[in-house]
């Protein structure tokens, strides 16, 4: 998110840039474009030092300049590149101003930097934005998103945690595979690769398998072989329904899953029972499934495409019965559904929007939890 405001003061003007990201930057020609990195001592944890890098672009026609830094926490800095202490936790919106008086312009950058709390708690978040992977608290404090380190992903859109044995697994589609990391990202290594095409994931604790979706069916695998190749289809032939969002029910032993051109379908574990529970999502028609299932109780909750920009979250009953709406009018098909059973709570990411939503299970409540992230896949642990 960038915005650019150009206000004409005492004969001075004032060019205003706002980063919520460190990609590109748009360059108005012969301008100074401030711009800065910065790193964190102590794991960005408070209190921690910050060494701030000037990358800023001023034009030779801009002649000497001067710095100005604002830190956010009533700090302030005329280096180019300051060194600073951040003693108490939090989010700082960081403001850089460059001005050439020989030009009568200010240019001005901000960027939110965040020091962590070494003693924070809550129920863990962990989500990924198709190329990394970020962990947030859920607690009486605003989330604070942080990557746990997994950067180099191609195209993810599953994460499922393992609470037994804390492990985190990270579908990776574009790179047609696995992988499983600690949770807090280290030892991050394959786990399965050619998976046919993995998205949403579950997890049978009982019989320590993973089951995953595929651009045709369900597969699964056993989380104690370490073996790449190591898989077994569990549903095949779904190439027109394009299966998405895979659930487990552990009460039934029924394996359930979304499809992006049809319904909600659901096998038992046995082999047994191959059913459609609910056909063409609530009569949304052709082309209207969805991209996740999470089982919660006696019910399912599903997202249906019901039309662009208006995608529905639904409940059910376990055998397709009693259809209730959840939510209307979230921006895309949802590819990160989760539920918080400390606080009885329905999370979804609304990518579009950059949002991540919660409401009560009926719907009520609804409240905005996270912004600025393009959330696709959406795990919650335990504190």
């Known amino acids: 998110m960038r915005k650019i405001l150009l206000i004409l003061l ?13 990609d590109g930057f748009p360059v108005p020609p012969a301008s100074t474009v401030p711009k800065f990195s910065v790193s964190l001592t102590n794991d960005g944890f408070a209190p921690a030092t910050a060494t701030f890098t000037d990358q800023s672009i001023v034009p030779e026609r801009a002649g000497e300049v001067a710095y100005a830094w604002v830190f956010g ?47 924070a708690t809550g129920i863990p978040v962990f989500f990924t934005d198709g190329n990394a ?77 993973i089951y995953w979706d595929t651009d045709d069916g369900i597969r699964k695998a056993d989380l104690n072989n370490t073996s790449l190749n190591q898989m077994e289809d569990f549903v095949t032939g779904q190439v027109d329904e394009d299966p998405e969002g895979v659930s487990i029910d552990p009460v039934t032993g029924f394996v359930y899953w979304n499809t992006y051109n049809a319904g909600v379908w659901r096998k038992n574990k046995n082999g047994s029972g191959l059913q459609e529970v609910i056909p063409d999502l609530d009569g949304a028609g052709p082309g209207g499934g969805g991209g996740s299932t999470v089982i919660i109780g006696s019910r399912i909750f599903y997202d249906v495409y019901v039309a662009s920009g208006d995608i529905h979250i639904k409940s059910a009953n376990l055998d397709g019965s009693s259809i209730a709406t959840v939510t209307t009018g979230v921006s895309r098909v949802i590819f990160g559904l989760a539920y918080d059973r400390i606080n009885e709570k329905i999370y979804w990411a609304d990518r579009n929007n950059e949002v991540v939503k919660r409401a009560n299970l009926d719907g009520t409540g609804t409240q905005t939890w996270l912004t600025g992230k393009v959330v696709q896949g959406l795990a919650i642990g335990r504190e």
């Open 10 to 22: 005492v004969g001075v003007s004032i060019v205003t840039w706002e980063s919520c990201s460190d």
């Open 133 to 209: 992977v970020f962990k947030a608290l859920i607690n009486e404090d605003d989330p604070i998103s942080v990557s746990i380190g997994i950067t180099a992903l191609e195209d993810s859109y599953g994460i499922a945690i393992d609470t037994v044995n804390a492990k985190l697994y990270i579908s990776d589609y574009d790179a047609d595979k696995i992988l499983v990391a600690n949770l807090d990202g280290s030892d991050l290594h394959d786990f399965r690769t050619n998976t046919g095409g993995a998205d949403g994931m579950a997890i049978d604790y009982e019989a320590q398998v």
């Open 73 to 119: 926490d009533g700090g302030t800095s005329a280096e180019t590149n300051p060194v600073h202490e951040y003693v108490a936790p939090g989010v700082y919106n960081v403001k850089l101003t460059i001005t050439s008086f020989k030009l009568a312009e200010a240019t001005e950058y901000v960027q939110k930097v965040v020091v962590l709390d070494q003693n």
